[in-house]
């Protein structure tokens, strides 16, 4: 069983920077890996997505602002996010899809993870 804990969300002013973090339970370098967020009222959506090798992709209302990167050695993936704007108000949750062998494709879909972290809440104030 996977277990994911996401941490770093807080409150800030729009224009300012904050950066995720998701610890990972398991053989982590074998894991694709993505961040979702969902906002009140809202479907969930995907921000960023990593897989083994580091090759990333990003939703386009992200895109040029947010940087995923991951740790191996530390099980941890990670989500740089600046120029934070009010509409990047959500919950941000961790996923995790295990491939054996290594991730070597990008997964930009809900339905595509398995595991999934209890979320951490960001809050953009204008």
């Known amino acids: 069983q996977v277990q994911l804990v996401e941490s770093g969300g807080g409150s800030v002013q729009a224009g300012g920077s904050l950066r995720l973090s998701c610890v990972a339970s398991g053989y982590y370098s074998d894991y694709c890996m993505g961040w979702f967020r969902q906002a009140p009222g809202k479907e969930r959506e995907g921000v960023a997505f990593?897989?083994?090798?580091?090759?990333?992709t990003y939703g386009d209302s992200v895109k040029g602002r947010f940087t995923i990167s991951r740790d191996n050695a530390k099980s941890t993936l990670y989500l740089q996010m600046n120029s934070l704007k009010p509409e990047d108000t959500a919950m941000y949750y961790c996923?995790?899809?295990?491939?054996?062998?290594?991730?070597?494709?990008?997964?930009?879909?809900?339905?595509?993870?398995?595991?999934w972290g209890q979320g951490t809440q960001v809050t953009v104030s204008s």
């Open positions: 990593i897989n083994s090798y580091s090759t990333t």
């Open positions: 996923a995790a899809q295990l491939v054996i062998g290594g991730c070597s494709g990008l997964y930009s879909a809900a339905r595509d993870y398995n595991y």
